[in-house]
């Protein structure tokens, strides 16, 4: 459960919360108290979340990591812990400042889209201006906006209804964004869509953050999806956070067996970036002319390597040397029998 | 012991019916015999009841009021002084409107004195002529649904006014125009209430399950003795009995908000009072349209009983022509009734629909053009209705006001049509009736009347045992046993037996037909649709036509009430048999099974619970129409509350018996309840 942040990202956390307990039913306080940790309690130890980061929540159903994001935007009360927001106590706020929070700091896109079904899609989107008080003219503007940057154009007077699936949570998105949130909060949005919109979804949120870089906190169930966005993954499991690292570290050191047979199906070569496979160490002397991007992913590259006799050079973003790969990490990374132990970058 | 208590269900009916007839056979039909008859332990509740209302209207906490008539303080009770001063109130509402539908001085009045009107002859304010109503009418109708509904608009008001039947529809209205948006505005309160607490909702579930089987009659005692006679007694009576259904359903509605929804909300920033304004109730707002609905189809079922307190208007009318029996003029005036009830209807679900668009780029007329629609109708309409007055002569100026005397009339058609039937099918119509009669009623009353109490109680009280357990039975033989203590047990033994022929026919015919119905899904489709149209009329429309073929007798009343409750056991049917999902039915398919090993393996066993809820309904309706039924003459509780109605201290009696026919409906409700609930958890629905 150890957290590594890594130099570039010292700065203050945005969301951070430290022995969360959830205990469900009435008595709960009680109940915990007593219970010296045999309740059924969804308990969560450490999470930190910093400034312009996609958390990724991971667990299976019933491990808590719902209850955890609920928790995290009050809509169910920790029974015991603290979550910090920006360094101010969420728990102890009073109701009106939870909605001042909420009116200005957060957005939060739900799973089965939680759309109004009487409302159109603009005045959906436009709610939460209108829920604060922003006259209609100003806030129908906002939302048109909003309608365009999630590519809805044409359909601003359509009823959720009237909507695909994919559609409709695109609505979702707009309408958790109206606000320019700083915390964005993600509770399996793309969970009820097909594969393929699933797909392109993602990829829209990829974009969407690529543009308004927001502190974000995803929730999934699904591991491909978790590693396909986050910076940092966290995998729940029975209300504990397992492992809470970068992708590549989590397929390469995965800290438990629960959190190892996740990692095992999943095709290191389209997941890893070379950077997270080489070796620091670098022998001017010994590499060829072939230059590889630290940040590649793998199967990009892995041609070009493995036609190298000699070591290649690994670059970054600025074409500095920061390491070095031969063909052969690549080849036991493909087909070796035990997962490569490699120092993280 | 354990072995006594036989393991299978269909065991331990038989033993329950054999010890039964034993039961029956065996006790005495004596006076004496607490076995035969319970004796009448509660005959002192009337009036004890009639006691404490009477206490409670003049000599509870007394004050000191001002009458300005005497111009002098006297001394009144509270509550007296209370429920006048509501009653002013919504009198005074009923009159604004009606004065200004039909003109008067009753407004002015309010405001200054009968003598300051016989003073001034100016003070009085003109009625609107119909023409104007009607366009307006017609404009709405447009701009909240387009054309279709203008369409129907303009053929109701049309209607209304060409058949001479303005005056008293737009008393209905006046007054339907209060009750209603009084029962929704209290009915949504009351339910949110109960959402909000759980305390409320525990308090109110009984006394909405109370209201909600107590016959239309019981109400109108009470509200009498503590409102007085007139519109406004009419109209609260209607409002007491039009909000259970609309609490209800908002607390439905509210319950099926997806939780999703609600969080959006919460994390959107939204207060307590935005949450429910703008979140909840909106979202709730299928069931709410759907409690709506039913306020305004009680509204008008009520016109009509309302009349017997004194509420002016179709009701009233109806009701003397139906006295008279004048089939025509009913049939007339029960179209009207149903024309308003379907056009309000349909306003107000258009209402509740209406969209706005923010980015109009529209001219100054396009934006608005509705209201330059209204005004110009508004002016067009008037300048008619003064043109009328030199069009026509006589007097009468058809665009204004057509009277009641002048309009057109299909009465001696259809009177002509009643003569045509007596004469032709007079026999065959008798003889049915009295087959029907000797062969079939008699001996039913016959054995209900027969049955000693005792019995009765062991076959109920072993029913609930067998379907619920021991709670149940003691539910139902609570109920049972209030009944019994009365001294009406045996008119309510004749209810009974009233009420389980109409039911027994009607869930037969509405399983056929149901289950015909439900081959096709255009057939579905249609059925539903005449359902829904017959569910618009008011209870007492279905009197009309079988007093039209059988007269005055307990066969008309049985006839109206099967037809009345087949309605909800043909829907029910329906709707359950339709619902089985689909990879089950092709599933069935796969397994060859041929359409009537269909019908009975898969669709009625698992459309079960739903169509048990129908028969719930049905047995309801036939309660309802059997009390109503007494109108035309049955010898059943119902002639005894109508009796109470005009009977000085009538609360007392009036309130048991409307308890009597409660319970007997609580009581079936409970046990089909259990049951279906118990299918439906044995299915995992």
Redesign the interface.
């Known amino acids: 459960m150890s957290l590594q942040i890594s130099a570039e990202n010292r700065v203050k956390p945005v969301i951070k919360c430290s022995s969360v307990y959830k205990v469900f039913g009435e008595n709960a306080k009680k109940l915990l108290a007593q219970s010296n940790g045999l309740v059924d309690a969804k308990t969560f130890l450490v999470l930190i979340c910093m400034k312009i980061m996609i958390l990724v929540v991971m667990g299976l159903s019933g491990s808590g990591k719902s209850t955890l994001l609920?928790c995290i935007?009050r809509?169910t009360d920790a029974t015991a812990g603290k979550i910090l927001i920006d360094g101010e106590d969420l728990r102890a706020l009073s109701p009106n400042q939870l909605?001042?929070l909420?009116?200005?700091k957060?957005?939060?896109v739900?799973?089965?889209?939680?759309?109004?079904?009487?409302?159109?899609v603009?005045?959906n989107i436009a709610?939460?201006l209108?829920?604060?008080g922003q006259p209609?003219a100003d806030s129908?503007a906002r939302a048109?906006d909003m309608v365009e940057l999630v590519g809805l154009h044409g359909r601003e007077?359509y009823f959720p209804r009237q909507l695909s699936g994919g559609q409709q949570q695109r609505v979702?998105i707009a309408?958790?964004l109206a606000?320019e949130p700083d915390i964005w909060?993600l509770d399996e949005p793309f969970s009820a869509l097909d594969p393929l919109i699933r797909k392109e979804m993602q990829d829209e949120f990829l974009r969407l953050q690529g543009v308004l870089k927001k502190t974000i906190l995803f929730v999934t169930h699904d591991f491909s999806e978790a590693l396909r966005l986050a910076d940092r993954i966290a995998i729940m499991k029975d209300g504990v956070i397992e492992q809470l690292d970068k992708p590549a570290n989590i397929i390469l050191n995965p800290a438990t067996e629960y959190v190892r047979k996740f990692t095992e199906e999943v095709p290191r070569e389209k997941v890893l970036t070379i950077g997270s496979i080489m070796e620091p160490s670098v022998d001017a002397s010994q590499l060829s002319e072939l230059r590889v991007a630290q940040d590649a992913i793998i199967q990009t590259v892995a041609e070009a390597i493995l036609t190298e006799p000699k070591k290649v050079a690994v670059v970054d973003g600025q074409g500095a040397v920061v390491g070095s790969i031969h063909a052969s990490k690549i080849i036991s990374m493909l087909f070796g029998a035990s997962p490569v132990a490699v120092g993280v970058a | 012991m354990s072995y006594l208590i036989p393991r299978s269900k269909l065991a331990q009916f038989i033993l329950l019916v054999v010890v039964f007839l034993t039961l029956c056979f065996a006790i005495e039909p004596s006076e004496t015999n607490v076995l035969w008859r319970f004796p009448a332990l509660f005959a002192g509740l009337p009036g004890a009841i009639n006691g404490f209302a009477e206490n409670l209207m003049y000599e509870w906490f007394p004050v000191e009021v001002y009458d300005p008539d005497l111009e002098e303080y006297e001394t009144s009770a509270l509550v007296r002084e209370l429920t006048r001063g509501f009653s002013r109130s919504i009198l005074f509402c009923i009159e604004l409107i009606r004065d200004i539908l039909l003109g008067g001085v009753k407004t002015i009045v309010a405001f200054t004195s009968w003598d300051f009107v016989d003073e001034h002859e100016w003070a009085v304010w003109p009625a609107l002529p119909w023409t104007v109503v009607s366009g307006a009418s017609i404009v709405m109708g447009y701009a909240l649904r387009g054309t279709g509904l203008a369409l129907l608009t303009a053929l109701a008001t049309a209607y209304i006014a060409i058949f001479g039947q303005w005056e008293p529809a737009m008393e209905t209205l006046s007054f339907v125009l209060i009750a209603a948006p009084v029962s929704c505005l209290l009915g949504m309160g009351l339910g949110t209430a109960a959402y909000k607490s759980v305390t409320t909702e525990t308090i109110l579930k009984p006394l909405l399950n109370v209201a909600q089987t107590m016959p239309h009659f019981s109400y109108l005692i009470p509200v009498m003795v503590f409102f007085g006679v007139g519109d406004h007694a009419g109209a609260i009576a209607t409002i007491i009995f039009a909000t259970p259904p609309m609490i209800r359903l908002t607390l439905l509605g509210l319950k099926r908000v997806p939780a999703e929804v609600v969080e959006a909300g919460s994390m959107n920033g939204c207060t307590n009072r935005q949450m429910l304004y703008k979140v909840l109730i909106p979202t709730a707002r299928r069931d709410i349209l759907i409690g709506t609905n039913q306020v305004i189809m009680q509204c008008l079922a009520m016109a009509v009983i309302a009349s017997f307190i004194g509420a002016k208007g179709l009701g009233f009318n109806l009701l003397l022509a139906l006295n008279q029996l004048r089939i025509g003029q009913a049939l007339e005036l029960g179209i009207c009734i149903v024309l308003i009830a379907v056009v309000l209807d349909k306003l107000s679900l258009a209402w509740a629909n209406r969209q706005t668009d923010y980015f109009p780029d529209e001219s100054f007329f396009r934006r608005h053009q509705y209201r330059v629609m209204f005004l110009a109708v508004f002016g067009l309409c008037l300048l008619l209705s003064f043109l009328g007055n030199l069009v026509f002569s006589g007097g009468i100026n058809y665009f204004y006001l057509i009277p009641h005397n002048q309009g057109i009339t299909t009465e001696p058609f259809w009177q002509s049509g009643v003569d045509w039937m007596v004469e032709n099918w007079y026999h065959g119509l008798q003889a049915f009736n009295n087959r029907l009669i000797l062969d079939v009623l008699m001996p039913m009353k016959t054995a209900f009347l027969g049955m000693p109490v005792s019995a009765t109680f062991v076959l109920i009280m072993g029913i609930g045992f067998i379907i619920g357990g021991l709670r149940s039975a003691v539910i139902v033989g609570g109920f049972l046993l209030f009944i019994a203590f009365t001294e009406w047990w045996d008119r309510a033994l004749i209810t009974a037996y009233m009420t389980s022929f109409a039911v027994i026919v009607s869930a037969i015919f509405g399983l056929v037909i149901g289950s015909l119905c439900a081959q096709t899904s255009l057939a579905s489709r249609a059925i539903l649709i005449v359902c829904d149209t017959l569910q618009t009329f008011p209870s007492f429309i279905y009197l009309i036509p079988v007093i039209m073929l059988f007269g005055v007798t307990d066969t008309s009343v049985l006839l109206a009430v099967i037809v009345y409750a087949t309605i909800p056991a043909i829907r029910y049917t329906v709707e359950g048999l339709r619902s089985v999902p689909a990879t089950l039915q092709d599933a069935a398919s796969m397994s060859g099974v041929n359409r009537m090993q269909r019908w009975v393996k898969i669709e009625m066993p698992l459309a079960f619970p739903h169509i048990m809820l129908g028969l719930n309904q049905t047995v309801v309706f036939a309660l309802f129409m059997v009390i109503i039924g007494a109108m035309i003459g049955t010898e059943d509780l119902g002639q005894y509350i109508l009796k109470a109605l005009s009977d000085k201290n009538g609360i007392g009696n009036g309130l048991v018996l409307g308890l009597c026919v409660a319970f007997i409906g609580l009581a079936v409700d409970h046990l089909i309840h259990t049951w279906a609930d118990q299918k439906k958890a044995v299915l995992g629905m």
């Open positions: 609920r935007s809509l909605i001042e909420r009116r200005n957060m957005g939060m739900f799973q089965s889209f939680g759309l109004l079904p009487h409302k159109t603009l005045e709610f939460p209108q829920v604060k209609t129908m048109m007077n979702g309408r958790s606000v909060f």
